[in-house]
């Protein structure tokens, strides 16, 4: 009997996920031909507001050109389904100055996304209490709060946001963590913000932060307060920040208020903070177990006025000299162009290969190693996306009259293998074509070019190229570059 209630059971809880499936649909979303008594199923006929389209239970829902506010009907905050997909185009939505936006509603398996909105005059713009959210390609102006990810009970119900490609700018915080376990903000420009990241971590569950993010003119660049917390987290419960990216031209780059528990767990890796009025301000001891490492800190009025919580400095570069550690140097770390904020590295940067073992051979000795500060610095750089029919061009890098042959692997072999000249990761098949080129003798650079055919069958391959670059810091006489890749489209 019970195996047989069981089984009712789960055919009931599997009618009802389908049935919910097949409520679910597409809309579309029209400000100025709309009208909310339209069915909403077509772009013949689609929904005035945001607000209908929500009620909907939607899907997918496709959002054309606009502005959504309350003059248009709009009634705020706009309650998102769970596990739907919102697509907009050139769509303003402006809540007012003390309204939420979208609230993002939790769902079991897929995240909300959000795409291609721009949001004025908010409270809080989007609110995030749903399981992941993934935010894309968003702009934001004025707002309280860009992105407030919020878990409104503990353990965290919060697992993952990813903001991706956003540019936010005069808000009181950009983005807020409080309670999420892992946020993600990737290729994301803030500026002109009171705080540019602030995280506030609440529970045991706030594990993980990775941000690689231009954050400039805010007061403080990324904020981190432990005030909720009331016990140590240590070990896989631990709160661990790990910054990759740029913190630029802020008052305080990165203040962290680590209280008197040695709660916090703070790695801050990979980081670069420039013309700041304190790049790295502490209060409190951090837990033992925190790290500072592979950082740049150059042109601070100083690095770190308050020390850094008890922890030492590692691999890194302070130009302040106030800062001590093994590995660090107050070096030049040779960017490629500060004076108009280009903190890319040169050729021969002190911080290329100075980090942790891993990542890109940058100074072709066969050793890989992570660099220094927010950007590694690739010897082989070119486009991911290629067209069919277009002419893809890379560039390659190395010493002076350094000789280059550039292997391309056109199957789908993706397998490697290590050499004398480092790791090959183009493939164990023989190349389909082999480029030979020189550097010249004047420079440290030099490009070639890779035709892709206009052939439909191409569509959604990857090609594989890596160069074999001669090298006298070497012990072969020669290295491999980093793995390029071309998807093609």
Known sequence: MLALRNAALALALLSALCGAASAQHTVYVDAISGSDSNPGTSLAAPFRTLTRAAQANPFRVFVQPGRYDSALGEVFPISVPAESTWNATSAVVDPGPTADGFVLSPGLFNPVFLGGFRFENAGRAIVATTYTARIDGCEFDGCGVAVDAVSPVAPSSVQEVQILRAEIQNCNIGIRSRGAESLS?????????????EMDPASQRDRRVNAD?????????????????????????????????????????????????????????????????????????????????????????????????????????????????????????????PAVGDYQLRWNSPAIDGGRISGVDGDYDTEARWDMGAYEFLTLSGPYETPIGSTATYEV?????????????????????????????????????????????????????????????????????????????????????????????
């Not at 903000?185 to 990241?197: K, L, N, W, Y």
């Not at 209060?283 to 770190?304: K, M, T, V």
């Not at 190229?465 to 020669?478: E, F, N």
């Open 213 to 337: 993010v231009t954050i400039t003119a805010c007061e403080v660049g990324i904020r981190v307060r432990t005030g909720q917390l009331t016990a140590p987290l240590a070990g896989s419960g631990a709160v661990r920040i790990a910054v990759a990216g740029l913190v630029a031209k802020s008052s305080i780059g990165l203040d962290v208020d680590a209280g008197t528990l040695e709660a916090l767990q703070l790695s801050v890796l990979n980081a670069t903070v420039v013309n700041c009025r304190a790049g790295i301000r502490v209060q409190g001891l951090l837990n033992s177990q925190s790290e500072f490492s592979e950082l740049i800190l150059d042109r601070n009025l100083q690095d770190a006025p308050l020390g850094l919580g008890g922890t030492a400095i590692t691999r890194s570069i302070a130009t302040g000299g106030t800062l001590s550690g093994p590995g660090v140097s107050t070096a030049d770390p040779l960017f490629v162009d």
């Open 185 to 197: 903000v990737r290729g994301t420009a803030i500026q002109d913000c009171q705080v540019g990241i």
């Open 397 to 489: 890098r190395g010493e002076p009259g350094s000789t280059v042959i550039v292997a391309l692997n056109r199957s789908f072999d993706s397998s490697g293998y290590p050499t004398q000249y480092g790791y090959y990761l183009a493939g164990r098949s023989n190349p389909t074509r082999e480029i030979v080129l020189q550097i010249p003798t004047n420079a440290t650079r030099a490009t070639f070019q890779i035709p892709i055919p206009n052939d439909t069958g191409l569509i959604g391959r990857t090609w594989r190229l890596q160069a074999l670059v001669t090298s006298s810091s070497s012990p072969a006489g020669a290295a491999f570059t980093n793995l390029g890749l071309a998807f093609i489209q």
